[in-house]
C-alpha cells in the first residue's frame, strides 16, 4: 500500500477558529489519445480557471480569509502548469493552499517534475525510482495532483501526489491501458495553526486490497499522531473527476471512518472530509453521458449539527443512513465557498451551525464568475 510521509508547513491559521475554503465544481472535457486523456478544450478551461484566480487574488468580501482552494481531478491544462504557479507565488495571500489536479502526463515527464521540486518531494522520488528500476515503465500515464502551499513568509512550496487507485488495465490484458500507481499520500501538518490535512484523488479514497485500505492507513497514522501528540487528522480533500459521486461505495468507506464500528479512532472522529467533483457539463470520451458528476458535497461526524435544507442548489442528509451530516450541492458548473467546522464539537448549549455557506457563484455567458443572489439559493427542489 502507499507511503504517508508527514510534512511540516508553516501556516498561521488562527487556532480554535474556522477556514474557509472553495469548492471549484468546473467541467472537465477529455478525449482519449495513444496512453491517456487530454484535455479537448484547454483554453477555455484555462480562461475559466483564470477568472477565478483572479476573483480570490481581487478578495472582494469573506475571499480575503481563503485558505483551501479546490480544483478537479484533471483540470488544469499540463501547458498552463507554470503559469498557475507563478499566480500563486505571486498573487496570492500567504497562509493559502491550492489543491487542483492537472491534465495526465507521462511518467518521464512526471519525475522530471519531481526533481525540479525535490526540496518538497524527495521521499516520493525515491519510490518512483525503484518503479523505474522495476522495468520500463517511464511512457506510462500518470493522474496527477499539485498542493501549492504559500507559506507565512510567502515562500510558495509544491507537492505533487499520483493517484495510487489502479487504471482498467486492471481488467485488461494490453498493458497501453495501464496507469501509473502512486506510492505516496503527504500527510500535512501546519505550524503554528496547528491544522492538519490530506489530499487523494477520487478514488483513491475507496482503494483497498485483500489486507489493508488506504483509509485504514491513513485512520491509523491518525490514530498514532494522537496517541503521541493529541493532534488529529482535522481535513480530507478528494478532488474527483466522478460520474457515480455517491455510489455506495463510498457511503460505506465513510460509515466505517466516522462509525466506529469495530475500534475507536480518536485520530479521525472530528475530520471534515470535502469532495470537490467535476460539475455535470463534464465530458469524457468512452464514458455514458447519461452518468452524472457534479454533487460535490462536505461531511463531518453526526455530532455535529446542520440544519435541514432541501434547495435547489444544494441540501443536507446523512447520505443514506451513514453516521454523518452531510451538505451536498447541486450538479451544475459552480464556485462553493464555505467555512470548515473548527476540530472540536460545539458547545451543545449554543444555536451555531459548524458549517456555513458564504457563497455560490455561476459561470455566464459572458465568461465570468457570477454570485448567485439570495432568492436563487433559497429556492426548494420542486
Known amino acids: ?33 495513444e496512453h491517456s486523456f487530454v484535455l479537448t478544450d484547454p483554453e477555455e478551461k484555462w ?4 477568472r477565478l484566480l483572479d476573483l480570490v487574488i481581487e478578495g472582494e468580501g469573506y475571499l480575503q480569509k481563503l485558505h483551501f482552494l479546490m480544483l478537479p481531478e484533471a483540470s488544469l491544462p ?75 513568509t510567502g515562500k510558495l512550496r509544491v507537492f505533487l501526489e499520483a493517484k495510487s487507485h489502479p487504471f482498467h488495465a486492471e481488467e485488461l490484458l494490453d498493458k497501453y491501458h495501464d496507469l501509473y ?37 491513513i485512520i491509523d497514522h491518525a490514530n498514532h499522531l494522537f496517541f503521541t501528540t493529541r493532534q488529529t487528522l482535522d481535513a480530507i480533500f478528494v478532488i474527483q473527476c ?25 485520530g479521525v472522529r472530528e475530520t471534515v472530509t470535502v469532495f470537490g467533483n467535476s460539475s455535470c457539463e463534464t465530458a469524457i470520451e ?31 442528509d446523512d447520505f443514506g443512513g451513514a453516521p454523518v451530516c452531510r451538505l451536498r450541492f447541486g450538479a451544475e458548473t459552480r464556485l462553493f465557498f464555505f467555512n470548515i467546522p473548527p476540530h472540536h464539537e460545539l458547545d451543545p ?18 465568461g465570468q464568475w457570477e454570485k448567485m443572489p439570495g432568492e436563487e439559493l433559497t429556492r426548494e427542489n420542486s
Open 349 to 366: 448549549r449554543t444555536s451555531r451551525m459548524p458549517l456555513k455557506l458564504h457563497s455560490i457563484m455561476r459561470w455566464t455567458d459572458n
Open 47 to 50: 480562461t475559466q480557471i483564470r
Open 181 to 217: 500507481r502512486g506510492r505516496h499520500f503527504y500527510f500535512f501538518r501546519s505550524r503554528p495553526g496547528c491544522f492538519n490535512f490530506m489530499t487523494l484523488i477520487c478514488l483513491d479514497y475507496l482503494y483497498r486490497d485483500l489486507y489493508s485500505s488506504n483509509i485504514k492507513r
Open 78 to 152: 499540463f501547458c498552463r502548469f507554470d503559469e498557475m504557479l507563478e499566480i500563486l507565488e505571486h498573487d496570492f495571500r500567504p497562509n493559502t493552499v491550492t489543491i487542483f489536479g492537472v491534465e495526465p502526463i507521462r511518467l518521464l515527464v512526471y519525475r522530471e517534475l519531481l526533481e525540479r521540486f525535490r526540496e518538497d518531494n524527495a521521499e516520493a522520488i525515491k519510490s518512483v525510482d525503484q518503479d523505474i528500476e522495476g522495468g520500463n515503465v517511464l511512457e506510462m500515464p500518470v493522474n496527477w495532483c499539485c498542493i501549492a502551499i504559500k507559506e507565512a
Open 286 to 316: 468512452g464514458v455514458s453521458p447519461e452518468s452524472g458528476y457534479g454533487h460535490s458535497y462536505v461531511v463531518t461526524n453526526r455530532h455535529h449539527k446542520i440544519g435541514k435544507l432541501n434547495l435547489k442548489e444544494l441540501r443536507t
Open 242 to 266: 466522478n460520474p457515480k459521486p455517491e455510489h455506495h461505495s463510498y457511503r460505506d468507506v465513510i460509515s466505517g471512518f466516522y462509525g466506529e464500528y469495530l475500534e475507536d479512532t480518536p
Open 1 to 33: 500500500m502507499v507511503q504517508i510521509i508527514d510534512k511540516e508547513v508553516n501556516l498561521e491559521f488562527s487556532i480554535g477558529l474556522h477556514l474557509h475554503c472553495m469548492v471549484a465544481q468546473i467541467p472537465n472535457r477529455l478525449r482519449k489519445v
